[in-house]
């Protein structure tokens, strides 16, 4: 008779496969990381917007050398997450609901292009492993695991991505997705209930690209993210208020 309480191997074995099968990517660089670290930053409004920004004190901050900081703030700019303003130097983007709208738009179409494009480029061997990730979701839905939801659900996305097979399409995604993290805020994820609603929109967008419904697959995930960026959008107008 099997001891309880002991979690099973079994359990987990698919989504341990499905991570082994990622790609390994190039390790970051300096200014990579203190890019994060401002990022981060922002979202947790330690850096709240208007908030002028030197190279000094983030050099000092984040223990780094002023060259990685020049570098992440340049690629900062680029993506409109910081501006750079005469006689003001480098300062946090203010933030805008209107603003955020436009780009949760953008995004929406992003990902909706890259499922419509996984749904029939996708491999037998990317399939299986969606499928895999979307099993282990409903277990982890099910016993309430926060911090592993927002890793597989931040996994099953990759593997659309990835299934779409065009790199354009994947970096802009993942531009755009880092455009909305000033205004993104962890904890309305780690709702059970947000979780359990995530869960069932992934199963729309999974059953569609197996069964290589195109459009089904396109309409689904862009439902998905829409609803998804509402959820973030009335916890920026509650801050407002």
């Given amino acids: 008779m099997k001891a309880r309480g002991k979690p099973s191997r079994a359990m987990d074995a698919s989504l341990t496969l499905a991570m082994q099968t ?23 409004g330690v850096l709240p917007p208007g908030m002028r ?12 050398s002023r060259t990685p900081v020049r570098e992440a703030l340049r690629q900062l700019a680029a993506l409109g997450m910081v501006d750079i303003k005469l006689r003001q130097g480098v300062v946090v983007a ?30 037998e061997a990317e399939r299986m492993r969606l499928c895999a990730v979307q ?9 309430g695991q926060t ?25 802009s995604i993942e531009q755009m997705r880092m455009r909305t993290l000033p205004y993104t805020r962890a904890e309305f994820i780690s709702e ?12 729309g967008i999974v059953q569609a690209i ?3 419904e195109a459009e089904g697959a396109y309409h689904a995930m862009r439902l998905h993210v829409i609803d998804a960026g509402h959820v973030t959008e009335d916890l920026a107008a509650g801050d407002a208020g």
């Fill in 192 to 203: 059970r209930r947000r979780m359990e609603i995530s869960h069932m929109e992934h199963h």
């Fill in 22 to 44: 990622v790609p390994r990517v190039r390790a970051p660089t300096l200014a990579a990381i203190v890019q994060q670290k401002i990022i981060n930053d922002i979202s947790r």
């Fill in 53 to 64: 920004l030197e190279e000094t004190d983030i050099a000092a901050r984040y223990d780094v």
């Fill in 135 to 143: 099993t282990d979701m409903a277990q982890i839905v099910a016993r």
């Fill in 94 to 123: 203010e933030r805008s609901l209107d603003h955020f709208t436009n780009l949760l738009e953008v995004i929406a179409d992003l990902e909706a292009s890259g499922a419509r494009y996984a749904a029939t480029r996708m491999t």
């Fill in 147 to 171: 911090v592993r939801f927002d890793h597989t659900n931040r996994l099953l996305h990759q593997i659309v991505h990835e299934g779409a097979h065009n790199d354009v399409l994947s970096r």
């Fill in 210 to 212: 197996m069964r290589r």
